[in-house]
C-alpha cells in the first residue's frame, strides 16, 4: 500500500510571506550578480543523498516528527539549493564543494568528549543517535556573508548531547572539532589554514533550547556537504560558528579561539549573535539574500531569536557579541 507521508516541511509555511518580508527592487538589483554563482553549480545532489540514505544505518529515523514550537515566517529554501551552495572549506574555498564533499566515508564514524567531563568517551555516531530524542526543526540560517535559508534540521537538543558528555561543573565552554585527513580532504592540504576547523559556545548557550545537533536535513539523513554524519546548528548565530563534520567535543574552562577567529580575529570573533546593525568591516549586515530566489530582506536581530536568547547575553554589554 503507498502511504503519502506529509513531510514536516510541506507544511503551511510554505505559503507564509509576512509583511516585513518583503521585495526590495533596488537592493535585488546590486544582488544579481550573487545569485548567479549560486545557479552555477552542476551538482546532482539529491542524487547523491538518495545513495547515501541507502546505505546508511539509521536512514529509517528519518524524517522525524516535527516540533512545531519552531515556526518560519518565510518559505522553506529549495532542497536543491540548501544541498548545493555550501560553505566547507575543507573542499574548497568556493560554493560548489558538494561533489567534492562525496569523497568523505562517514562510516565507521565516532565522537569523543573529553577535557573537562566526569569520564571521557568515545562512542559510535549510529550509538549515539539511538541514545538521543530525535525531531525535526524549522530554522533561519543566516551567513556572515550576507546569505540566508531556512531548512528543515533533523536531529536532537545539544542539551541531550551536554547531559550525555556529563561535565563538571567547573567548564564553561564546550568546544567542537570537524575530521582531519588531507587525504580526502583537499582543503586540509592548504597550510596557511588552521586545520582542523574548531569553533565553541559557552555551556551556558550549548543548553539553550534553540541549541541543536543536526544529523539530518530535508526528512534524511544530513547530506555529506552540509556536515554529515553530525553537525551543530544555532541559528541565532553566523554560520561559521556551525561546525560540521564534528568528531571531538572538549568541555573547558578556557575561552576557545575558532577557526575563522585565529584566521582574521578583526573580523571574526566568538560570540557571532547576528545583528542587523553591526555591519561586517567589509560589508553591511543589514539585509540578506535569500537562497534560492534573488529576493533581499531585512536581517533581524539574533537572526529572529531574540526572545529565545538575549537572556544569555544581559550585563555583556562591553563584549563583542555581534562579530
Ligand atoms: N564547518 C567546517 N568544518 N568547515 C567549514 O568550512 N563553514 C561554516 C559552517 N561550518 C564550515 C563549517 C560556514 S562559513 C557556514 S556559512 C556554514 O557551515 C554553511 O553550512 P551549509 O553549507 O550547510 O549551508
Not at 551538482?43 to 538518495?50: L, Q, R, T
Not at 547530506?223 to 541559528?235: D, E, L, M, W
Request: net charge positive; aromatic share 14%.
Amino acid at each position: 500500500m503507498l502511504v503519502k507521508r506529509r513531510r514536516g516541511w510541506e507544511m503551511p509555511e510554505r505559503s507564509a510571506t509576512p509583511e516585513s518580508v518583503y521585495l526590495d527592487r533596488r537592493a535585488l538589483l546590486k544582488a544579481a550578480g550573487f545569485g548567479m554563482a549560486a545557479a552555477a553549480v552542476p551538482f546532482a545532489a539529491e542524487e547523491a543523498a538518495a545513495q547515501g540514505a541507502a546505505a546508511d544505518p539509521t536512514a529509517g529515523l528519518y524524517p522525524a516528527r516535527q516540533n512545531m514550537r519552531y515556526r518560519l515566517d518565510r518559505a522553506v529554501t529549495p532542497e536543491k539549493d540548501a544541498t548545493s551552495y555550501n560553505n566547507f572549506y575543507e573542499f574548497g574555498s568556493h560554493k560548489g564543494i558538494a561533489g567534492a564533499a562525496q569523497a568523505l566515508k562517514i562510516r565507521p564514524w565516532t565522537i569523543a568528549f573529553e577535557g573537562m567531563v566526569e569520564k571521557p568517551v568515545t562512542i559510535d555516531f549510529d550509538d549515539l543517535v539511538k541514545k538521543m530524542p530525535l525531531e525535526e526543526r524549522l530554522y533561519r540560517f543566516r551567513c556572515v556573508e550576507a546569505w540566508s535559508m531556512a531548512v528543515p534540521w533533523t536531529g536532537f537538543p545539544m542539551k541531550a548531547m551536554v547531559e550525555f558528555a556529563r561535565p563538571l561543573a567547573s567548564a564553561k565552554y564546550v568546544v567542537f572539532q570537524t575530521f582531519m585527513d588531507p587525504k580526502v580532504a583537499p582543503g586540509q592540504r592548504q597550510s596557511w589554514y588552521p586545520w582542523p576547523y574548531t569553533d565553541g559556545l559557552t555551556v551556558a548557550e550549548a543548553t539553550n533550547e534553540l541549541a541543536f545537533m543536526a544529523t539530518g536535513l530535508y526528512g534524511k539523513p544530513l547530506p555529506k556537504q552540509n556536515g554529515a554524519p553530525i553537525r551543530f546548528v544555532t541559528p541565532w548565530k553566523y554560520g561559521f560558528k556551525q561546525v560540521k563534520s564534528i568528531v571531538r567535543v572538549e568541555f573547558t574552562d578556557k575561552r576557545p579561539v575558532g577557526y575563522w577567529e585565529k584566521l582574521q580575529s578583526s573580523e571574526y570573533g566568538f560570540w557571532a549573535n547576528v545583528n542587523p546593525k553591526v555591519s561586517h568591516p567589509r560589508w553591511s549586515q543589514a539585509t540578506e539574500r535569500v537562497l534560492g530566489s534573488d529576493e533581499r530582506v531585512p536581517t533581524l536581530l539574533y537572526n529572529g531569536y531574540e526572545e529565545f536568547v538575549a537572556d544569555l547575553y544581559k550585563g555583556m554589554e562591553n563584549e563583542r557579541l555581534f562579530a
